[in-house]
């Protein structure tokens, strides 16, 4: 899959411009704060609806503007011709998939598929389990939108799973936690199911990358605690039962101290752990090869490559590793943004080099 062409209209420092994206790499540079990331994030919230750095949707409109517009073109080897849009507006946004109005985000995902690497993502290695959960939930929920909607549904629950535990009334807490726990532990399986299968599928792909892009010097292995085995009815089954032994102790705690909003996965580097002793190059190393895994297992999913948006994370790797990563992306549509295009090993590669919220043109 590819897109082919991007519209952004009065979006973050962009006033009208369009990127006319070839299948392979392409290299979007410039000088700092020119607006190499707003075109990685616009494209991320076209596949995705979501933007890792947006707290307010609104502060993507360009500041003189009321409303913003991005567009995007994509061909598909599997769903043919593609296009999605978002208009920002001062309350709420529109979307639009191939033309018709959707009216939930999740309508926009499993659409156009993108996997995105910027620095921040070193997070998935140094810092808590839920940046590891999200960067499973973003995953799982563009492999299946029915993901996306039980992930909603457990949080809601839960909040009233919570809610209930630091009730005074201990009564009504044993009269309606059996009824919150049968709900909890219903949309539950659907979660735990695909993060089970996820995460056995990851394993020897993103060890297979890390050995790559290190030429063999490192062992990536990842591991994950999993608690609730089987079948559908299996899991459900066990994890109702965790619910019920920790009872008490969630009562005292007043939250519920087990489910998929726990996990946690373990990161390895040649045996020890990455979060506490992985150097920040083994550790930015780490997280890309575990996006380069999550790129596979989209292959694997969707029978084709989806977009791969590398921000700003080539810089950070030496010579050697930044060729190695680039013989990975051999078929993948890759949009790299960087400071200095001439330190890329890409002859072939689409440019465009951005000054100010505009490509500059003609060079
Ligand atoms: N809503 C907005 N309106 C106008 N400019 C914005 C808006 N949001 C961000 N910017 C500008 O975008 C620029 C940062 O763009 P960014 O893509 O992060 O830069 P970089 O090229 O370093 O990746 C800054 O100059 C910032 O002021
Ligand atoms: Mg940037």
């Known amino acids: 899959m590819y897109i082919s062409k991007l519209t952004l209209q009065n979006y973050r420092n962009y006033l009208v411009e369009n990127f006319d994206f070839s299948p392979g790499i392409n290299i979007v540079y410039g000088a700092n704060a020119q607006g190499k990331t707003n075109v990685a994030e616009a494209i991320f919230y076209l596949c995705t609806g979501y933007s890792p750095r947006v707290t307010r949707e609104k502060q993507v409109i360009n500041h003189n503007a009321q409303s913003a517009v991005i567009t995007a073109t994509a061909q598909s080897k599997i769903m043919g011709n593609l296009s999605t849009s978002i208009e920002f507006l001062q309350s709420g946004k529109k979307i639009t998939v191939n033309g018709m109005p959707v009216q939930k985000t999740g309508e926009l995902i499993g659409n156009i598929n993108a996997v995105m690497f910027d620095p921040k993502q070193l997070k998935l290695v140094q810092e808590s389990p839920e940046d590891r959960r999200r960067f499973l939930d973003i995953a799982l929920s563009q492999m299946n939108r029915k993901y996306f909607y039980a992930l909603q549904t457990y949080k809601k629950i839960l909040t009233q799973r919570n809610n209930l535990l630091k009730d005074p009334d201990r009564d009504l807490i044993f009269e309606t936690l059996p009824v919150w726990d049968e709900q909890l532990a219903q949309i539950a399986i659907t ?173």
Do not use: W
């Open 191 to 363: 979660i735990i199911s695909a993060r089970n299968d996820f995460i056995d599928k990851l394993k020897p792909l993103c060890k297979k990358a890390h050995s790559i892009i290190t030429n063999g010097a490192e062992d990536l292995e990842i591991s994950y605690d999993y608690k609730f085995l089987g079948d559908e009815s299996e899991i459900k089954q066990s994890l109702k039962q965790s619910l019920f032994e920790r009872m008490e102790k969630d009562i005292e705690l007043g939250y519920t101290s087990v489910g998929p909003h726990r996990d946690d996965i373990k990161i390895k580097i040649n045996k020890t752990d990455a979060r506490i002793y992985g150097s920040q190059g083994q550790q930015r190393t780490a997280a890309l090869s575990l996006k380069i895994g999550e790129l596979e297992i989209f292959n694997m999913h969707f029978g084709e490559y989806p977009v791969f948006i590398l921000d700003d994370a080539m810089s950070e790797l030496d010579g050697l590793r930044r060729s190695n990563l680039l013989s990975m992306l051999q078929g993948v549509q890759t949009i790299i943004t960087c400071t200095d295009a001439d330190v890329l090993p890409c002859e072939n590669a689409s440019r465009f080099h951005i000054d100010n919220g505009t490509i500059v043109r003609g060079e």
